[in-house]
Nanobody, 117 residues
Framework: EVQLVESGGGLVQPGGSLRLSCVAS????????MRWFRQAPGKGREWVSD????????YYGDSVKGRFTISRDNAKNTVYLQMNSLTPADTAVYYC??????????WGQGTKVTVSS
């Protein structure tokens, strides 16, 4: 059974930083692309970043490029999202995601990030 468990969210002041973690189980983690999405209050789910299985190539949405960094530790079955220079616009529930070869998506329960003074 695929499981994704996010952690690391919380309340942070504008300009601050947080690191989110997502621990995965139930599949061969190193071979899978991993993604972060977010959903702000009253808005749809927004793609944030990808890290590709195998080659580790990374991709970012325009709204986070240059501020967020995605990384993975295959030995720990964990993907991270380092978030710097946070603004209130980054307030959202952040979700970890992967999908299998059949296109089935798997989601974690989310971790809430609030950026406020």
């Amino acid at each position: 059974e695929v499981q994704l468990v996010e952690s690391g969210g919380g309340l942070v002041q504008p300009g601050g930083s947080l690191r989110l973690s997502c621990v995965a189980s139930g599949f061969t983690f190193g071979s899978y692309d991993m993604r972060w999405f977010r959903q702000a209050p009253g808005k749809g789910r927004e793609w944030v970043s990808d890290i590709i299985g195998g080659n580790g190539r990374t991709y970012y949405g325009d709204s986070v490029k240059g501020r967020f960094t995605i990384s993975r530790d295959n030995a720990k079955n964990t993907v991270y999202l380092q978030m710097n220079s946070l603004t209130p616009a980054d307030t959202a529930v952040y979700y970890c995601n992967t999908h299998d070869g059949l296109g089935v998506n798997y989601w974690g329960q989310g971790t809430k990030v609030t950026v406020s003074s």
